[in-house]
């Protein structure tokens, strides 16, 4: 093992920079264990459990550990956070490595840039204080760490990457030539994972899977891609926090998501699918997708709660499942939908309800009235199937919904929409389906009210067929 301290100079004097490298003598065919403490003011390096050199801390201005060609393990361990101010450079050289980081203090943030797989920084941000690790050659980081952030950023490498969010997560990333495993402690604040971005070229596949243990210990969670990306989302995961955000070119969903009153965003520059046996649930909450193609073809459940599908001007929104913005609870009337996009299509399983204990909320397929509200995108065409259910009733007291089907071009209606009055008291609601320019109407509509009137059915298209 071959030991060397060095004398640098900078603004505030002479510093040491101590350099630990295990040697040629190293490439044993054993482990080595390096050893990295940082307490009471002192740093104490270790090698296979002997001491090799003790420095004041503040005398310091980085820690070099030059590993061999076996398996090394590499430990940092900030006993006192306070303590540290100098950065550490690790080199694992060949070999199945490891580094591990722990400590007994709370940091404000953690941000691991990954540039390959295999190397990358770990910087440890303090109140007074910042602490930066740079490794290379290393397949292993077990993160030990209390923080109220962690950004994983993966913007400048071409990386794929799988995690597994839960109380406690793991990043797996891998390419062709190298892997590395990344294990931490999921921060209670925000988790941001950054694949993409301004002046990012590369070219990210990520996978997220929930473990079913919850991520309820964040307050949000991000995931920042761009266009070229590609994201996955798998498995179950329990959200506790406030904030749930995904961009990316192609988003494909997969998942179970259960959270409350929080705001859900995906979304996709391309395209974006809920498959058959996903789910987003968001009681009382607002889920938001946005996409240049969006498909639906799960559940998602904003009970009292707003829902938006939004494709843009140019694009398609095709549901074949479950959007549900109802309410049964006793004083509250049913939430929002709003489906738009150039095309929007609802196909032969899709259910649409925004019914309401004390009166129906409100649906807007195509957009709003007659086409005449300006913050609400109009479609060209919209589609509504024989089987399709749109449901704006009032439940026990209130009136029914408001119900919109819209187009600029044309809209062929051939489903059921209700939007009844409630069992005790309330009038019916208002039911539009308008194409501006032809409407195919060949559906049935329901606005009767048992201890009320009637509520109304508007069309009003330039041609119409019944």
């Known amino acids: 093992m071959e030991l060397e301290t060095r004398r640098v100079l900078n603004g505030d004097g002479a510093f040491a920079e101590i350099v630990v490298d295990a040697g040629e003598q190293g490439d044993d065919g054993q482990s080595d264990l390096f050893e990295i403490?940082?307490?009471?003011?002192?740093?104490?390096?270790s090698v296979n459990g002997e001491v090799v050199n003790q420095t004041n801390a503040n005398e310091i201005s980085q820690v070099r550990v030059i590993g061999s060609t076996d398996n090394d393990q590499i430990r940092v361990d900030f006993a006192d956070r306070a303590d540290a101010d100098f950065d550490i450079n690790i080199d694992g050289r060949s070999g199945d490595d490891s580094l591990t980081i722990g400590g007994q203090d709370r940091f404000q943030s953690l941000i691991h840039l990954i540039q390959q797989p295999t190397s990358g920084t770990v910087t440890a941000q303090g109140a007074t204080n910042e602490i930066s690790i740079e490794y290379r050659d290393l397949e292993a980081i077990e993160q030990e760490l209390d923080s109220a952030q962690v950004l994983i950023d993966l913007s400048q490498s071409d990386a794929d990457a799988l995690l597994e969010l839960g109380a406690s997560s793991r990043l797996e990333v891998f390419s062709d030539q190298a892997a590395m495993g990344?294990?931490?402690?999921?921060?209670?604040?925000?988790?941001?994972?950054?694949?993409?971005?301004?002046?990012?070229?590369?070219?990210?596949?990520?996978?997220v899977i929930g473990d079913g243990s919850g991520a309820g210990l964040m307050r949000d969670f991000l995931i920042q891609g761009d266009e070229l990306d590609d994201v996955r989302v798998t498995g179950e995961i329990v959200f506790d926090g406030d904030s749930f955000g995904i961009s990316a070119g192609e988003i494909d969903w997969n998942a179970r998501l259960d959270a409350i009153d929080a705001h859900i965003?995906?979304?996709a520059s391309e395209s974006l699918e809920l498959d058959g046996s996903s789910v987003l649930a968001n009681q009382r909450g607002e889920i938001e997708l946005t996409a240049q193609s969006i498909r639906h073809d799960g559940e998602i459940i904003a009970n009292g709660g707003r829902v938006l599908l939004d494709s843009g001007d140019t694009g398609t929104t095709l549901v074949n499942g479950l959007i549900d913005a109802s309410s049964v609870v006793d004083t509250e009337v049913g939430g929002e939908i709003r489906l738009l996009g150039m095309h929007v299509g609802l196909l032969e399983q899709a259910v649409i309800d925004v019914s309401g204990s004390a009166g129906g909320g409100t649906a807007l397929i195509g957009g709003d009235y007659q086409g005449e509200n300006s913050e609400v995108r109009n479609a060209e065409r919209t589609y509504v199937s024989a089987h399709a259910v749109v449901m704006a009733d009032a439940i026990v007291s209130g009136d029914g919904g408001r119900v919109i089907f819209w187009a600029n071009q044309w809209t062929r209606f051939a489903g059921t929409v209700s939007a009844r009055g409630g069992a005790t008291s309330g009038s019916g609601g208002f039911v539009e389906v308008s194409g501006k320019q032809s409407l195919d109407y060949?559906?049935?509509?329901?606005?009767?009210?048992?201890?009320?009137?009637?509520?109304?059915?508007?069309?009003?298209?330039q041609n119409i067929v019944i």
Do not use: C
């Open 265 to 267: 965003e995906l979304a």
């Open 37 to 45: 403490d940082v307490e009471a003011g002192r740093v104490t390096i």
């Open 182 to 207: 990344l294990s931490f402690r999921t921060p209670d604040d925000i988790l941001i994972v950054e694949t993409g971005g301004e002046g990012a070229f590369h070219e990210n596949r990520l996978e």
């Open 442 to 461: 060949r559906g049935t509509a329901d606005l009767s009210a048992p201890n009320g009137e009637i509520g109304l059915l508007f069309l009003d298209p």
